[in-house]
């Protein structure tokens, strides 16, 4: 399966990179960088369930294709899910259905950053998303 461009760019940054610090500090970059959601997409209905951090996702299809936004209060997580949004916009459903998270991860380098409990909540925003998909096909 061939990556979005925005998950290219990602792996080519994130590969490019030696340290540890400067890795987390452009996980902290590519967080800023996040569109911020509209104070009406930050509702109950859209804050994903099981994640410790607020997670807030929506979605829409367009052209056979899903786009994602996100918004979280947590800095750590908000690069997080920004990188698998990077992963994951642009995908039609079938494709999001086969989306592996801690390889993505692995690629980026970025295991380590994720503690059981952010591997978890990454999980259940992709989950959401999952299930967003799978009411329109």
């Known amino acids: 399966m061939s990556l979005p461009l925005d998950a290219v760019a990602a792996l080519e940054a994130f590969q490019a990179i030696g340290s540890w610090e400067q ?3 452009m ?14 997409d930050k509702v109950d209905a859209n804050l994903v369930q099981g994640c410790e951090s607020l997670v807030w996702l929506v979605g829409r299809f367009e ?5 994602f936004a996100a918004s979280s209060d947590a800095r750590m997580i908000r690069g997080l899910v920004a990188l698998l949004l990077a992963r994951v916009n642009g995908l039609s459903a079938s494709e999001l259905q086969a989306v592996d998270l801690p390889d993505w991860f692995a690629q980026l380098g970025l295991s380590r950053q994720l503690s059981p409990s952010r591997s978890n909540g ?6 959401r998303m999952r299930e967003l998909s799978s009411t329109q096909n």
């Open 23 to 25: 890795r987390a500090r």
């Open 27 to 40: 996980l902290m970059q590519w967080g800023d960088r996040l569109p911020p959601l509209a104070d009406e």
């Open 63 to 67: 052209d056979d294709h899903w786009q």
């Open 122 to 127: 990454l999980n259940a925003v992709l989950q």
